[in-house]
């Protein structure tokens, strides 16, 4: 079923933080819901690597800084400001790490099933 949304201004400073620790580091979130829709702006520290590997799908942009993407394949990518990844569910098991603190917008929702 279509998800309509009204046009809407989201304040991000308005949004509540939520952190959340990783192996390393600190995720610090602040998350918008509509409907099964997730947008989050999401802040990692310096030397964050996530505790687990995502399966989920995502379409991740990064704002500033650099994102070090780690497949479970080993391999790697770092992403820089003004660039952006993709994938659906299931496609990949991937994990985040970081050298310097990173700022991202993630959209995911059941759209990427």
């Known amino acids: 079923m279509p998800l309509h949304i009204p046009f809407q201004i989201t ?3 308005q949004v509540p933080v939520t952190v959340v620790n990783g192996t390393s580091g ?3 979130m602040q998350i918008q819901r509509l ?3 997730r ?3 999401v802040e ?3 030397n964050y690597l ?3 590997w995502c399966e989920l799908g995502h379409l991740v942009f990064v704002l500033e800084g650099e994102l070090i993407n780690e497949l479970k394949d080993g391999s790697t990518t770092v992403m820089k400001a003004g660039s952006s990844y993709a994938v659906s569910d ?3 098991q991937h994990r985040s790490r970081t050298v310097n ?3 991202l917008l993630v959209v995911d929702g059941a759209f990427l099933k």
Do not use: C, N, P
């Open 90 to 92: 299931g496609l990949s």
């Open 50 to 52: 996530a505790d687990h």
């Open 26 to 28: 600190t995720a610090t």
């Open 11 to 13: 304040e991000w400073a």
């Open 35 to 37: 409907g099964d829709l």
């Open 101 to 103: 603190a990173v700022k």
């Open 39 to 41: 947008i989050r702006m």
């Open 44 to 46: 990692y520290s310096a």
